[in-house]
């Protein structure tokens, strides 16, 4: 991939993503972020290539298997515009690792004050990752795993529930607010195609700038034509795209 003409708000954007997405079993081995949680989200439990180290490719990758294989983890590699070394994709390709689960991330350039249209309920993070574990049918270690990342994250999750006026959940998001920059996550529906994710998202957004989030960003599944036009009429466009690769078969 060439990141050539990719804003600084992208690159703002994927470094905050890493921030928000950070589990408290990850650690450093050559200039790769290695994330080994047990939970159902695949950017805390993959390989960030942030730097080009000093090991060969094919020792890294070897070092990096065996930490996976401790941890009961099947070994995956997030690659981004800026993973290096800069021809990562083609190499891990050429190995025969299969590309899957890409996602697109959106931007929101600027973040313009309006009333909130719904009101919040907020959660603390145990009450929040059973919820949303619910909603897509999680494991309890997995919803275990979920409520121990967003309680330890190096940025402060704030995770949210909409409801109806007899109390009935609508949809449940969460976001993370840091240096003007708002990042949009787990946005789900109980009630799907009834406006409510725009509902929330809306809530959200406006809470957030109320915080001094002057900008935001999204990730979402490259696939997910549905919750892309939702986004974009929210006025967050398109910055880039990021995979998965993996030795294995297409990992859950």
Same mark, same amino acid.
């Given at each position: 991939?060439?990141?050539?003409?990719?804003?600084? +708000?992208?690159?703002?954007?994927?470094?905050?993503?890493?921030?928000?997405?950070?589990?408290? =079993?990850?650690?450093?081995?050559?200039?790769?972020?290695?994330?080994?949680?047990?939970?159902?989200?695949?950017?805390?439990?993959?390989?960030?290539?942030?730097?080009?180290?000093?090991?060969? +490719?094919?020792?890294?990758?070897?070092?990096?298997?065996?930490?996976?294989?401790?941890?009961?983890?099947?070994?995956?590699?997030?690659?981004?515009?800026?993973?290096?070394?800069?021809?990562?994709?083609?190499?891990? $390709?050429?190995?025969?690792?299969?590309?899957?689960?890409? $996602?697109?991330?959106?931007?929101?350039?600027?973040?313009?004050?309006?009333?909130?249209?719904?009101? &919040?309920?907020? &959660?603390?993070?145990?009450?929040?990752?059973?919820? @949303?574990?619910?909603?897509?049918?999680?494991?309890?270690?997995? #919803? $275990?795993?979920?409520?121990?990342?967003?309680?330890?994250?190096?940025? $402060?999750?704030?995770?949210?529930? &909409?409801?109806?006026?007899?109390?009935?959940?609508?949809?449940?998001? =969460?976001?993370?607010?840091?240096?003007?920059?708002?990042?949009?996550?787990? #946005?789900?529906?109980?009630?799907?195609?009834?406006?409510?994710?725009?509902?929330?998202?809306?809530?959200? +957004?406006?809470?957030?700038?109320?915080?001094?989030?002057? =900008?935001?960003?999204?990730?979402?599944?490259?696939?997910?034509? @549905?919750? =892309?036009?939702?986004?974009?009429?929210?006025?967050?466009?398109?910055?880039?795209?990021?995979?998965?690769?993996?030795?294995?078969?297409?990992?859950?």
């Amino acid at each position: 991939m060439n990141h050539a003409g990719l804003s600084e +708000l992208a690159l703002r954007a994927e470094l905050a993503g890493l921030d928000a997405s950070a589990p408290p =079993q990850q650690t450093d081995i050559d200039g790769w972020l290695i994330r080994l949680s047990p939970g159902k989200a695949k950017r805390s439990r993959c390989i960030n290539a942030l730097r080009e180290g000093a090991l060969p +490719l094919d020792d890294l990758l070897a070092r990096c298997q065996r930490a996976y294989d401790a941890a009961g983890l099947p070994l995956a590699v997030r690659v981004t515009p800026w993973s290096r070394p800069a021809d990562l994709d083609a190499r891990l $390709a050429a190995k025969g690792w299969g590309a899957f689960d890409a $996602a697109d991330v959106m931007l929101l350039e600027r973040l313009v004050p309006e009333p909130a249209p719904a009101a &919040l309920q907020a &959660l603390e993070a145990p009450a929040y990752a059973a919820l @949303v574990g619910a909603l897509r049918g999680s494991t309890v270690t997995a #919803i $275990a795993a979920h409520a121990e990342r967003i309680a330890s994250a190096p940025v $402060a999750y704030q995770g949210f529930a &909409l409801k109806d006026e007899a109390g009935t959940l609508l949809a449940c998001g =969460q976001m993370v607010v840091a240096g003007g920059l708002v990042g949009l996550y787990d #946005i789900a529906s109980a009630v799907p195609r009834q406006g409510h994710g725009e509902r929330l998202c809306r809530a959200l +957004l406006a809470l957030a700038h109320a915080q001094g989030a002057r =900008q935001a960003y999204l990730q979402v599944g490259s696939d997910n034509a @549905v919750a =892309q036009r939702l986004y974009a009429r929210l006025g967050f466009r398109f910055a880039y795209r990021y995979h998965y690769r993996s030795p294995e078969a297409e990992l859950t």
